[in-house]
């Protein structure tokens, strides 16, 4: 395994700006899910897709977040509007389908809104 | 809705003592549990998983942890704690097909 790539590893802006943050999954992996972590706090679940199926999608925090997978391989999140809330780490997971499967997550986005 | 809650926000033990890492959970029908850890600038990884069978459970670097449905309880456990076990450590219910976290627990092992 490559492993789960998030690009980029830190972003940093204004208040009003939309920003988008991309995932590549492990290949062979057809689930895809978006969490957010905040300090002190565990990953919150954002939405979920199996290949390019987005399945779960009612977790998004407001109608600012969206997420996309066109081809069924990488994934991108996007939040419109930022707010300084949004601040967080914004983290990516894949796994084979199977709801026990043990998820692989990458190293995460961190999102600081100025 | 499915839950966990991870009672104790920090844990600090010596090298070499046996460790405990606290959780407790609430779900409806049979719980699918896991633990993950995360290490500074790394991605949580993967300890174990309960699904069905065996109350005790091992998992990755020599962790188990302890399946208890009377006291719905699903603690983490380890012999024998070394220096780089120190890092935080979640608790996770299955809740359809997402994973619900606890708030995490960080484990200091001092040398």
């Known amino acids: 395994d490559t492993g789960v790539s998030q690009d980029p590893r830190h972003k940093i802006t204004k208040r009003g700006q939309n920003v988008t943050f991309r995932c590549d999954p492990i290949s062979e992996h057809n689930r895809l899910y978006w969490y957010r972590q905040t300090l002190g706090q565990g990953p919150e679940f954002l939405t979920y897709f199996q290949n390019e199926a987005q399945l779960e999608k009612s977790r998004l925090l407001s109608d600012r977040f969206s997420a996309e997978r066109p081809k069924g391989s990488f994934s991108t999140l996007e939040i419109q509007r930022t707010e300084q809330g949004d601040s967080a780490m914004y983290l990516c997971?894949?796994?084979?389908?199977?709801?026990?499967?043990?998820?692989?997550f990458g190293s995460g986005t961190q999102l600081s809104v100025l | 809705a499915q839950s966990v809650a991870q009672p104790e926000d920090q844990v600090n033990v010596a090298e070499g003592n046996p460790l405990t890492v606290k959780c407790t959970y609430s779900v409806s029908g049979n719980p699918y549990l896991f633990w993950y850890v995360q290490y500074p600038n790394r991605g949580l990884q993967f300890l174990l998983k309960y699904i069905t069978g065996d109350n005790l459970v091992k998992g990755s670097y020599g962790f188990e942890a302890e399946f208890n449905k009377s006291q719905t309880s699903f603690h983490l456990k380890k012999p024998s704690a070394l220096v780089s076990d120190s890092a935080l450590y979640f608790c996770?219910?299955?809740?359809?097909?997402?994973?619900?976290f606890g708030k995490g627990t960080t484990l200091s092992v001092s040398s």
């Open positions: 997971a894949s796994s084979r389908t199977g709801g026990n499967e043990k998820l692989f």
């Open positions: 996770a219910v299955r809740d359809m097909a997402a994973l619900i």
